[in-house]
């Protein structure tokens, strides 16, 4: 996916976590290592695509290594059964996003549509829960997590995945994989979710976004941060910068987990944050507001409350204050947009309404 000097791409993170750990530098996002390991300003569109690789490959030196995206096997779509509604039919299917490898999803098609016109398409990321894709179809108690089935009553094309370890895929076996995490896999997996979406014929290419909650919310960022193909991203309680991830609850982590960080290094995750980093935040290569910043100039939301324990809300607006000026260089502040509700771990209805706005403004 990525070409440019992907030989130094070792030298290039060292010098950067160095930095990061010694001097205020670092903490611009709008600086980048330039060919001689020196930090440099970036002054340019083109300078960001440097510094936005860069970011990439300290992803994935924490996530492990994206696969080959090129010459995979036909999807091979099996639509297994369906729903209909008043606006849009429901189809549960499988495919094949690389060999010996399967997704299984909701797919929701709209009934109705302008003549000679495609559909605008979303792509949601469930939460963390046995049900998988089922959360986000509003099966009780989760209604208010209904996400899919709203966006297609709005005549979204959508694609609601099951996350690995859940829904039907909660048989996967993390440690027999090719990935070398949880977080990686899934990435791969959504990003095969936005190739289906493309390749329909009743489906805008140009037009395609993606939403999700807590774990869909960070998914949405990570995978957006991989694709660039998305045009919007909607995260719900989905991130805080590591500096700030638990605080209120660090004993606790430290019992359960190991350390405070340490519920991102299960299988579901990230392992190689315990295993290579120690669960210390100065040294994991990448925060939060690096990944809003590798989607900019895209489209990003938050629903970010302030009464979250999951993602402390002072380490979301530092981080949204961080990445600002990344927004600023492309003139597309209006496109980078947090709210902060009354809540606690929750996405309240009038916010997940301001999110729909805010993606029809951009898809439709």
């Keep these: 996916m990525r070409t440019f000097y992907y030989g130094l791409i070792l030298f290039i993170v060292s010098i950067t976590v160095a930095c990061k750990q010694s001097g205020p530098i670092e903490d611009k996002l709008l600086t980048y290592v330039g060919p001689n390991g020196v930090l440099q300003e970036v002054k340019s569109e083109e300078d960001w695509k440097v510094k936005r690789l860069q970011i990439l490959d300290r992803l994935e030196l924490a996530m492990g290594g994206l696969p080959d995206t090129s010459n995979l096997p036909p999807m091979d779509i099996q639509y297994r059964d369906s729903l209909k509604t008043d606006t849009y039919t429901r189809y549960t299917i499988s495919f094949t996003p690389a060999e010996n490898e399967d997704v299984t999803a909701y797919l929701y098609v709209p009934l109705f549509k302008r003549q000679g016109m495609k559909h605008a398409a979303m792509l949601v990321l469930h939460g963390t829960g046995d049900l998988g894709k089922r959360l986000v179809d509003g099966e009780s108690p989760y209604a208010n997590r209904a996400v899919a089935k709203e966006l297609a009553d709005r005549g979204y094309v959508v694609i609601?995945?099951?996350?690995?370890?859940m829904g039907e895929q909660k048989d996967y076996d993390f440690g027999n994989d090719r990935y070398e995490s949880g977080t990686m896999k899934g990435i791969f997996n959504h990003i095969r979710c936005v190739d289906l979406l493309s390749t329909r014929s009743d489906v805008d290419p140009e037009r395609i976004g993606v939403i999700g909650h807590s774990l869909g919310g960070h998914n949405s960022m990570f995978l957006a941060a991989f694709d660039t193909r998305l045009k919007v991203t909607v995260s719900s309680c989905g991130w805080t910068l590591f500096d700030y991830d638990n605080l209120e609850e660090d004993s606790l982590y430290t019992e359960r987990y190991g350390g405070r960080l340490g519920d991102w290094a299960k299988d579901t995750y990230m392992p190689l944050l315990r295993t290579r980093y120690e669960l210390d935040p100065q040294k994991i290569p990448f925060d939060f507001d690096e990944v809003i910043a590798a989607i900019a100039p895209r489209a990003f939301f938050s629903n970010s409350p302030k009464y979250d324990s999951d993602f402390n809300v002072e380490g979301v607006m530092k981080g949204i204050n961080n990445v600002s000026p990344v927004y600023g260089l492309f003139n597309s502040q209006r496109d980078l947009k947090v709210l902060y509700p009354e809540a606690e771990h929750d996405f309240p209805p009038d916010v997940k309404?301001?999110?729909?706005?805010?993606?029809?403004?951009?898809?439709?």
């Design 160 to 165: 609601a995945p099951d996350y690995p370890s």
């Design 353 to 364: 309404l301001k999110a729909y706005q805010f993606i029809d403004k951009i898809l439709k």
